[in-house]
C-alpha cells in the first residue's frame, strides 16, 4: 500500500508506473484503488499523515475489506 500526497495525480501515478520513483519502482505497475480530493493542502497533508499511521492504515484497509480480501 503506498499513501502519498500529489498535486497532480495523473502526472504522479504515471511517474510511478514508469519507474521514475525509486522507492515503489519494484512494485510497478501499480493499480490506483483509491484516492481522496481536498480543496487545501494542509486537510490533504493532515490526512495523509494520519493514513500513514497504524490507525490510518487500518482504517484504510477496513474502508477496502472488499479489495484486499480478493
Do not use: C, W
Not at 511517474?15 to 510497478?28: D, I
Amino acid at each position: 500500500t503506498y499513501i502519498g500526497y500529489s498535486e497532480d495525480i495523473k502526472t504522479r501515478f504515471k511517474n510511478h508506473n514508469a519507474g521514475k520513483v525509486q522507492s515503489t519502482k519494484p512494485y510497478a505497475p501499480l493499480d490506483l484503488i483509491h484516492y481522496e480530493a481536498y480543496r487545501n493542502m494542509k486537510d490533504a497533508k493532515r490526512r495523509e499523515k494520519y493514513l500513514k499511521t497504524s490507525g490510518g492504515r487500518t482504517t484504510l484497509r477496513t474502508m477496502l475489506k472488499e479489495y484486499f480480501i480478493s
